[in-house]
């Protein structure tokens, strides 16, 4: 009976999103990083990038997995890593080695500051059986049939790759050159654009439409970093959310919160920090958008 029990609870857990709603939680990590679990309205699960990983601490291990097994889900339909910074792709070793993945996305950037870590990432990907694609700008992601996901950036050429080493770093190319994602269920759009600088920003801001920049959700930019106020004026979303830690000494930006929050508060824009208040979870009518989080916060 105990077991049984058990069952019907996973079982209830996993089809938590499959009401028709959206969910998407940023989860909180000890170390500073981005790991964001997408469940679609039909009950698929996707990461969108996995957290860091150290000697004391793995992101796949320690916060995704535990979370995952917590609601129930025991595969994963897809892992899109936004661009191959440790703090991104982190913890994807451990969900590839200990969960089914069918799909692993990234952008195929395989130029200056590209890294043989990462590259094994990538390829692990492929020898644990997930479908490799590799997305640029104009390409559509299949997360599910109630949602629109769009790739707006990099171009398949890529931003500033044959630029002079001296004016850009290999962390600014790979930063630049992140996997932008536009994701749209119904009346709500949601952006996640990985680490994008300026550049990258930029890029959007002039190929799409004013219409289509309008956001419910905006995932800050650069974890709050490097939000430029043209795209936060553009998109005006409902909830502006920043994956980072509360303080970073010796940073010129000591809060990207504190930055964030001076920026979209005067849009009318409520912010959430993952430092602040923990776990973020977001849901999605089609309609109607909403925020939960584990504490109160600042």
Same mark, same amino acid.
């Given at each position: 009976m105990k077991h049984l029990i058990t069952l019907f609870l996973l079982i209830t857990a996993s089809l938590h999103a499959a009401d028709g709603k959206l969910i998407i939680t940023y989860l909180n990590? !000890?170390? +500073? *990083?981005?790991?964001?679990v997408v469940q679609?309205?039909?009950?698929?699960?996707?990461?969108i990038d996995t957290g860091h990983q150290s000697d004391k601490y793995d992101a796949g291990r320690d916060t995704i997995e535990p979370f995952l097994k917590a609601r129930g889900i025991?595969?994963?339909?897809?892992? /899109?890593?936004s661009h191959p910074h440790g703090d991104h792709y982190g913890g994807a070793l451990w969900l590839l080695d200990h969960m089914p993945v069918k799909t692993f996305v990234d952008t195929g950037y395989a130029a200056r500051g590209f890294s043989l870590a990462y590259n094994r990432v990538r390829q692990h990907a492929q020898e644990r059986g997930a479908q490799y694609i590799a997305a640029t700008e104009g390409d559509k992601l299949d997360f599910d049939p109630a949602l629109i996901v769009e790739v707006l950036s990099p171009p398949k050429a890529m +931003?500033?790759?044959?630029?002079? !080493?001296?004016?850009?770093?290999? +962390?600014g190319l790979l930063n630049t050159n992140s996997l932008f994602l536009r994701m749209q269920h119904g009346q709500n759009v949601i952006f996640f654009p990985g680490? /994008?600088?300026?550049?990258?920003?930029?890029?959007?801001?002039?190929?799409?439409? /004013?219409?289509?920049?309008k956001a419910a959700v905006v995932t800050a930019p650069h974890h709050?970093?490097?939000? +430029?106020?043209?795209? /936060?004026a553009a998109t005006k979303p409902k909830f502006a959310i920043a994956s980072c830690l509360d303080f970073y000494a010796g940073s010129e930006v000591p809060s990207p919160g504190e930055k964030l929050t001076?920026?979209?508060? !005067?849009? *009318?824009?409520?912010?959430?920090v993952t430092a602040w208040h923990g776990n973020i979870e977001i849901t999605s009518d089609g309609v109607d958008v909403t925020a939960k989080t584990e504490r109160k916060g600042k």
């Open positions: 990590m !000890p170390e +500073h *990083g981005l790991a964001v679609t309205p039909s009950g698929k699960t996707w990461m025991t595969q994963l339909d897809g892992i /899109a890593i +931003h500033n790759t044959d630029t002079d !080493p001296a004016k850009i770093s290999e +962390h680490d /994008a600088y300026g550049t990258g920003q930029r890029y959007v801001l002039e190929k799409t439409s /004013a219409e289509r920049l709050g970093f490097n939000t +430029h106020s043209e795209f /936060a001076k920026q979209f508060e !005067p849009l *009318g824009t409520q912010v959430f």
